[in-house]
């Protein structure tokens, strides 16, 4: 490739890494600058003097940090509870010997065919008849099984030696005691895949919490930010911003350092061989 | 013993999935009663009042166009920029690794985010065409382009996964076939034409699928952006089962249901056919 043509190619690549990461440094940059300069027009690219008022401001307009809290509490119960849930069961089909083993399978698969807005009205009748609307159970019970953790999780584990599986159980170990020793440190990949892509899912959901939450207090980060708009008028985007970016930080933080293991995970369906 | 280990998840399907969609079919042939309990059996009713109704027909045009303007400028642009991606050059991981960026938003962060943007006064579209001395335009405001500018965001917001995985599908074509074409005497627009999108085939109709289930669910969107209008033009499938069940307290649970039914058939007819196709494909290996 000639001198022109190299320049060229950094040129397109920056160009498209500038749209796409357009959002963002808005967010970011807007965050730190104030409502006045904000609303300029024409709109500087950079805050002239940045300032952290706006992160201030937000924590002020609604209890950013129980909501922050809400959703990591929330998150981390429905990772920690799929990756158990998904590795007793896909062990059960990658390894034990059962009737029925492909019809039950199967049952795990139909799971992923059924979209949750087709079924989000009886789950919000069961809660109510149930007085769990608003509360943690509420956010947390429906998400804590998966069929495509399961379904990830045995593809692992059908590749794993045979041998190993048979030497061990041979010796007297027990099957806990295998899946906890010996399978679980060394299917840290495909756990890892699981556990970023259910912590993403369950961080990031809107639809369901919107419904069964009714209290700030009850609230998760995004339907907090979601409100910002009715709290204040977006004449003070800033703020809204500011709320923005302090949501964003942990799923960025995944997505930058666990890209390896989110591809894995996404693509356990799509790139076979 | 076996089944021990499949209990917890069984038992979760079962109070989470299965059953719910069992009470979807039951609350599809019944009808509100006074306070909004879903008690009244109305037989097919449900189900007529949709086929007949106008405002479905155009819910279900709205959900086919917003399906469509999403899923195919997201396949489109993400080959692009995936096949982009895989140039050996110095800085590309940097630039994969950025180009990601999207794929950490949520529904509701991208929404919060374009809806700045697509302020008529202060957002930076209309401040792009002012620049140009172009008129404003009412992004979301303007019945006939509401839609667009929601796909608009969801496109954008849809981009970084497509990436990721088309990327993961180009890493997976080994080298040894372009290199025995480059051997014969092929040009990269030929391999890329005669190789990589044949041999990428198996993960485009993977995405094409799984983006089209995606689309069909699609609600935070229009709830932050367009509260499904101006009149109607949003109004997609997801977004009219939450209208009819939860908003203005409406609480209509049956005709929400009957609706909720509509799109479970369509998202198993997309996965029918994402099998059939697959099935064929191991075959012909």
Same mark, same amino acid.
């Given at each position: 490739?000639?001198? @022109?043509?190299?320049?060229?190619?950094?040129?397109?690549?920056?160009?498209?890494?500038?749209?796409?990461?357009?959002?963002?440094?808005?967010?970011?940059?807007?965050?730190?600058?104030?409502?006045?300069?904000?609303?300029?027009?024409?709109? #500087?690219?950079?805050?002239?003097?940045?300032?952290?008022?706006?992160?201030?401001?937000?924590?002020?307009?609604? #209890?950013?940090?129980?909501?922050?809290?809400?959703?990591?509490?929330?998150?981390?119960? @429905?990772?920690?509870?799929?990756?158990?849930?998904?590795?007793?069961?896909?062990?059960?089909?990658?390894?034990?010997?059962?009737?029925?083993?492909?019809?039950?399978?199967?049952?795990?698969?139909?799971?992923?065919?059924?979209?949750?807005?087709?079924?989000?009205? #009886?789950?919000?009748?069961?809660?109510?008849?149930?007085?769990?609307?608003?509360?943690?159970?509420?956010?947390?019970?429906?998400?804590?099984?998966?069929?495509?953790?399961?379904?990830?999780?045995?593809?692992?584990?059908?590749?794993?030696?045979?041998?190993?599986?048979?030497?061990?159980?041979?010796?007297?170990?027990?099957?806990?005691?295998?899946?906890?020793?010996?399978?679980?440190?060394?299917?840290?990949?495909?756990?890892?895949?699981?556990?970023?892509?259910?912590?993403?899912?369950?961080?990031?959901?809107?639809?369901?919490?919107?419904?069964?939450?009714?209290?700030?207090?009850?609230?998760?980060?995004? @339907?907090?930010?979601?409100?910002?708009?009715? %709290?204040?008028?977006?004449?003070?985007?800033?703020?809204?911003?500011?709320?923005? %970016?302090?949501?964003?930080?942990?799923?960025? %933080?995944?997505?930058?350092?666990?890209?390896?293991?989110?591809?894995?995970?996404?693509?356990?369906?799509? %790139?076979?061989? | 013993?076996?089944?021990?280990?499949?209990?917890?998840?069984?038992?979760?399907?079962?109070?989470?999935?299965?059953?719910?969609?069992?009470?979807?079919?039951?609350?599809?042939?019944?009808?509100?009663?006074?306070?909004?309990?879903?008690?009244?059996?109305? /037989?097919?009713?449900?189900?007529?009042?949709?086929?007949?109704?106008?405002?479905?027909?155009?819910?279900?045009?709205?959900?086919?166009?917003?399906?469509?303007?999403?899923?195919?400028?997201?396949?489109?642009?993400?080959?692009?920029?995936?096949?982009?991606?895989?140039?050996?050059?110095?800085?590309? /991981?940097?630039?994969?690794?950025?180009?990601?960026?999207?794929?950490?938003?949520?529904?509701?962060?991208?929404?919060?985010?374009?809806?700045?943007?697509?302020?008529?006064?202060?957002?930076?579209?209309?401040?792009?065409?002012?620049?140009?001395?172009?008129?404003?335009?009412?992004?979301?405001?303007?019945?006939?382009?509401?839609?667009?500018?929601?796909?608009?965001?969801?496109?954008?917001?849809?981009?970084?996964?497509?990436?990721?995985?088309?990327?993961?599908?180009?890493?997976?074509?080994?080298?040894?076939?372009?290199?025995?074409?480059?051997?014969?005497?092929?040009?990269?627009?030929?391999?890329?034409?005669?190789?990589?999108?044949?041999?990428?085939?198996?993960?485009?109709?993977?995405?094409?699928?799984?983006?089209?289930?995606?689309?069909?669910?699609?609600?935070?969107?229009?709830?932050?952006?367009?509260? /499904?209008?101006?009149?109607?033009?949003?109004?997609?499938?997801?977004?009219?089962?939450?209208?009819?069940?939860?908003?203005?307290?409406?609480?209509?649970?049956?005709?929400?249901?009957?609706?909720?039914?509509?799109?479970?058939?369509?998202?198993?007819?997309?996965?029918?056919?994402?099998?059939?196709?697959?099935?064929?494909?191991?075959?012909?290996?």
């Amino acid at each position: 490739m000639t001198g @022109i043509w190299r320049g060229v190619n950094y040129a397109v690549l920056v160009a498209i890494t500038f749209i796409l990461l357009f959002p963002l440094l808005y967010a970011l940059s807007g965050s730190l600058m104030s409502a006045h300069e904000l609303s300029s027009y024409p709109t #500087p690219l950079l805050p002239a003097h940045p300032q952290l008022q706006s992160f201030a401001d937000v924590m002020k307009a609604i #209890p950013l940090a129980r909501e922050y809290l809400n959703s990591a509490l929330v998150a981390a119960l @429905i990772t920690t509870g799929q990756l158990l849930t998904a590795t007793l069961s896909a062990y059960a089909f990658a390894f034990l010997r059962m009737p029925y083993r492909n019809a039950l399978f199967a049952v795990f698969l139909a799971t992923m065919m059924i979209p949750w807005e087709a079924i989000i009205i #009886p789950n919000y009748l069961f809660m109510a008849d149930n007085g769990l609307i608003n509360t943690y159970p509420a956010l947390v019970l429906p998400f804590l099984a998966a069929g495509f953790g399961t379904f990830l999780l045995r593809q692992f584990f059908l590749g794993f030696p045979r041998d190993l599986y048979e030497a061990a159980l041979v010796d007297g170990c027990s099957h806990l005691r295998f899946l906890w020793s010996i399978l679980v440190p060394l299917s840290r990949p495909a756990l890892a895949a699981l556990g970023i892509w259910a912590f993403l899912s369950a961080w990031n959901q809107y639809f369901w919490p919107l419904l069964v939450t009714k209290t700030e207090e009850m609230q998760t980060l995004q @339907i907090g930010i979601s409100r910002l708009r009715d %709290v204040e008028a977006a004449t003070a985007p800033n703020f809204i911003l500011a709320g923005t %970016v302090l949501a964003l930080v942990p799923t960025l %933080v995944l997505i930058y350092l666990g890209q390896r293991h989110i591809v894995r995970g996404l693509t356990a369906g799509a %790139v076979r061989g | 013993m076996a089944f021990a280990f499949l209990v917890p998840s069984l038992l979760l399907f079962a109070f989470f999935t299965f059953w719910p969609l069992l009470r979807s079919v039951y609350l599809s042939f019944h009808g509100s009663d006074i306070i909004g309990r879903p008690t009244l059996f109305v /037989g097919t009713r449900q189900y007529e009042q949709l086929l007949s109704s106008p405002t479905f027909r155009d819910v279900l045009v709205n959900t086919a166009l917003f399906t469509a303007l999403t899923v195919i400028p997201s396949l489109a642009i993400g080959l692009l920029i995936a096949i982009l991606l895989q140039q050996r050059i110095a800085g590309i /991981g940097l630039f994969r690794t950025l180009m990601a960026t999207p794929f950490a938003f949520s529904v509701a962060t991208a929404s919060v985010v374009f809806a700045i943007f697509f302020n008529p006064g202060v957002g930076v579209f209309n401040g792009f065409l002012y620049f140009f001395h172009l008129p404003p335009v009412g992004w979301l405001t303007d019945p006939s382009k509401a839609l667009a500018s929601v796909a608009l965001a969801s496109v954008w917001l849809q981009l970084g996964y497509n990436v990721l995985v088309l990327s993961a599908g180009l890493q997976a074509i080994p080298d040894e076939v372009y290199e025995a074409a480059r051997l014969d005497g092929a040009r990269a627009p030929a391999m890329t034409w005669h190789i990589t999108l044949p041999l990428l085939t198996p993960t485009l109709f993977f995405l094409l699928v799984v983006t089209t289930i995606i689309s069909l669910q699609s609600f935070g969107q229009i709830h932050i952006l367009t509260r /499904g209008g101006p009149a109607g033009a949003t109004t997609t499938l997801v977004y009219s089962i939450y209208v009819n069940a939860f908003a203005f307290g409406n609480s209509n649970f049956g005709y929400a249901s009957a609706q909720a039914l509509v799109l479970f058939a369509i998202v198993l007819a997309v996965t029918a056919i994402q099998f059939g196709v697959l099935e064929r494909r191991v075959f012909y290996r």
